[in-house]
């Protein structure tokens, strides 16, 4: 049995992801945040999610209470 799934990022996740690898490339210059950077939307897709089945359905169960109480 597997502890993670694969998933693809949303908006959110790319948006997050592209400004760590700005802030990278500004503190040292890197070749490869340049290149990703410059080929973002060609690069974004290579970029996958691992999230841990366990913190995932703790998530969606303190998403579920929220709701109700709204």
Do not use: C
């Amino acid at each position: 049995m597997y502890l993670v799934n694969l998933e693809s990022l949303d908006f959110q996740d790319k948006e997050m992801i592209k400004a760590m690898v700005n802030k990278h490339y500004t503190f040292t210059g890197s070749r490869i945040a340049l290149k990703l950077m410059t080929g973002w939307a060609q690069e974004s897709v290579h970029f996958v999610k691992v999230m841990p089945r366990d913190y995932k359905a703790a998530l969606l169960k303190k998403k579920s209470r929220l709701l109700k109480q709204a």
